[in-house]
Every structure is written in C-alpha cells, then in structure tokens.
C-alpha cells in the first residue's frame, strides 16, 4: 500500500499523536506521519517525536501569518498531502485551508454540532445531557464546523466529573481517530 505524506499538528499532551503514531506504522494504514508541528515548544507530545524519531517543528503562533507561512513551505518541501489536527488548540485561516485543499481533519471532544469550542466536558454536564462524546470532521474555516465522517457516543453517568469524562471521551479519542483516517481513505 502507498501511504499518504501526512503530518500532524499538535498543542499539548499528544496522546493522539501517540495513537496516530502507533497506527500509522501498521503496513495497511493509509497514512504515514512525516512530520509533527507545534505552536507550543513545551508540548509534551514533541515527546512522541523524538521517541519515533519522527521529524517536528516548532513554529510560534504569535503571528498566524509567520505561523502558517512557515507551515506551508515546510509541508510543501515534504510532499505532504495530508493533515491532522490532533489537540492543535490554534485556528488555521481560510488562506490556509484552501491552499491545503481541504484535505485536513481535526478531532473535537463533544458530539457536533453541540459544544463547539472550548470545555465542552463542563458544558455538557452543565447542561445534563444524558450522552457526550468525540468527533472526527473536515476543517472548513469556522471553527468545529466542517463535514462530519465519524462520531462516537458516551453515556454521561450521575457521578461523572470533568476530570473522568475528559478521560474517558479521549479513551475513545484514540480508537476513533485512527478510524477515521482509515474511512476518509476508503
Ligand atoms: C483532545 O481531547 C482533543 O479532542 C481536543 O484536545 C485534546 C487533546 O488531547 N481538541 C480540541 O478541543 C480541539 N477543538 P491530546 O493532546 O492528548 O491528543
């Protein structure tokens, strides 16, 4: 199987990094990582990249503009085809997203279209929705809001907490993702 140049940008923790990385090196996964970029040199996912011996970049956000420049020319210089937005807590302009020709994916911790944007763990125990979840959709330039190819429901339990949501829904994260990858290939 040819695998698809692809590269994941990361923010923090990296755990679906980690399982992106781990599935990616079975031989029939679509995909093979080439490259990791951060916004945040202290991200503890660049880890992962070392451990892998994957090659990553660090580019601050300080300006989207030089962010994103210097993306584009180092995606490009690597033949990638392909992105992942794993834990990547920046927006990418509608500059961008077009010059990647939309071929970007990003993996959202609610069910969408419900709890758009930020803390959607406390939202959703706020509001007492009986089921939350992870979401894996298209990239399209207004945040959390591009096509949908995969969802997985969770049952919200009386004594749940942000904390055992969060862990359980990123649970679920790492089974999902990979999934995912493998449907938008199909
Ligand atoms: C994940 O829960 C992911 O869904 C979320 O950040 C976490 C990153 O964890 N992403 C977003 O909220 C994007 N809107 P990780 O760094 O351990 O993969």
Redesign the pocket.
């Given at each position: 199987m040819v695998k698809v140049n692809s590269c994941v940008f990361?923010?923090?923790?990296?755990?679906?990094?980690k399982s992106l990385i781990k599935n990616s090196r079975n031989h029939n996964f679509p995909i093979k990582i080439n490259l990791i970029i951060s916004n945040n040199t202290n991200a503890y996912?660049l880890k992962y990249a070392k451990k892998y011996n994957i090659p990553y970049k660090f580019y601050s956000y300080k300006s989207r503009n030089f962010f994103e420049r210097n993306c584009l020319k180092e995606l490009k210089k690597r033949k990638i085809k392909f992105l992942c937005?794993?834990?990547?807590?920046k927006l990418l302009s509608k500059y961008f997203i077009k010059n990647f020709r939309y071929k970007i994916i990003?993996?959202?911790?609610s069910l969408l279209p419900k709890f758009k944007?930020?803390n959607?763990y406390n939202r959703a125990l706020k509001n007492n929705e009986k089921y939350t979840g992870?979401t894996v959709h298209h990239v399209s330039p207004q945040?959390?809001s591009g096509n949908i190819i995969l969802k997985k429901k969770i049952i919200i339990y009386d004594n749940d907490t942000e904390n055992s949501l969060?862990k359980r829904?990123?649970k679920q994260?790492h089974k999902l993702y990979p999934e995912a990858i493998r449907c938008s290939f199909r």
């Open positions: 990361i923010s923090g923790s990296g755990s679906n990094l996912g937005l794993a834990g990547f807590m990003n993996i959202h911790p944007g930020l959607t992870c945040p959390d969060k829904i990123l994260e």
